[in-house]
């Protein structure tokens, strides 16, 4: 069966430091990938989704950036942190495009 | 571009009350609806879906939805809630070859 890690679980990071959060997926080829990042009351904001190695697509311009160097890993990166990139960041996977996304545990990123 | 608007940010329930909680999209295509719960300390996971055919989509732990296509809605139901179903409940809409769009999510508390 699929199984989808990431880490950290829990991140406290000073503002301007960089950051990288790993997403790795087991028992599937070649997902869909995603970050998430979740903010209580505003729900799951699309951060970044990839179709494949290298192939990234950016849904907000920000601070992040996000990189696929393998098949089934995803990582989200910032080269300095600001406060306001603190939140719950969830990475996602599916068969497709169409199909339905299943979740990681999430990483919890505090900047202070 | 598709948005998702679920009516109730927090619901306060006893055991055995009947629960429906609302979500409207907006997209003029067909869509894919889903929604997800995640309950205190655990994953974001899927209770249901509907993709196409019977718009009475039955999922995980006795909850259901149904799609009404004329109201954009996907209200999700369950005839008697129970403690163990207090967590934040997200609707999801994927209209066409776009990327998911999830509402801000209900809060349900149910108190034993």
């Known amino acids: 069966s699929q199984t989808i890690h990431q880490w950290p679980a829990t991140l406290v990071q000073p503002v301007g430091s960089p950051l990288s959060l790993e997403c790795t997926v087991e028992g599937t080829s070649n997902p869909n990938l995603y970050w998430y990042r979740q903010a209580a009351g505003r729900g799951l904001q699309l951060l970044f989704y990839s179709v494949g190695i290298g192939q990234i697509s950016s849904e907000v311009p920000q601070n992040l950036s996000a990189s696929r160097p393998q098949d089934r890993q995803f990582i989200l990166s910032s080269k300095k942190l600001l406060l306001s990139d603190s939140g719950f960041y969830l990475c996602a996977w599916s068969v497709d495009s169409q199909e339905t996304q299943y979740f990681g545990p999430g990483t919890r990123l505090l900047v202070l | 571009a598709q948005s998702v608007s679920q009516h109730n940010h927090h619901v306060i329930l006893s055991e055995a009350a009947s629960l429906e909680l609302g979500c409207n999209y907006s997209?003029?295509?067909?869509?894919?609806l889903f929604w997800y719960v995640q309950y205190p300390g655990q994953h974001l996971q899927l209770l249901l879906k509907y993709f196409s055919g019977d718009p009475l989509v039955k999922g995980i732990k006795g909850f259901e939805a149904e799609f009404i296509k004329s109201k954009f809605s996907f209200n999700l139901r369950k005839p008697s809630v129970q403690w163990s179903d207090t967590a934040e409940y997200f609707c999801a809409v994927k209209g066409g070859y776009s990327t998911l769009t999830f509402g801000k999510g209900t809060m349900l508390l149910v108190s034993p």
């Open positions: 997209y003029g295509g067909t869509v894919n």
